[in-house]
């Protein structure tokens, strides 16, 4: 094995008791079945996922942080909203309601309605 010499299989378990997400779970699951023998190439098929991906969850393990935090995305903020905080909230009492009540003539709101009516 080329990764994890040094964290044991129930090191990857107790990180796995205290994180949540599903990408933090995946990638500890992933780690302990290596650990326990699984291959790269077997993981990346499990995961469908590239062999480099999953290369790269047990390369961030092999640290000195904690488990927890090895597993765990940086907190990246995206995009800037468009709509304000009151537009967003105008916007979606607006879809739970008919299109015909604010005069569009459609049975149903759908994803162009709904990108057409933000545009105006």
Do not use: C
């Amino acid at each position: 094995m080329d990764h994890l010499n040094e964290v044991s299989v129930e090191e990857l378990q107790e990180a796995l008791d205290n994180v949540d997400g599903n990408k933090p779970t995946q990638r500890l699951l992933a780690a302990i079945a290596y650990k326990n023998g699984v291959t790269q190439t077997e993981l990346a098929e499990w995961y469908d996922t590239e062999r480099k991906t999953i290369y790269n969850w047990l390369n961030r393990l092999d640290t000195d942080e904690p488990l927890e935090q090895a597993v765990t995305d940086a907190y990246r903020s995206g995009r800037r909203r468009k709509l304000s905080e009151k537009q967003q909230q105008e916007f979606e009492q607006t879809v739970h309601e008919s299109p015909e009540e604010i005069g569009v003539d459609a049975p149903a709101w759908t994803p162009a309605l709904a990108q057409e009516y933000l545009e105006e």
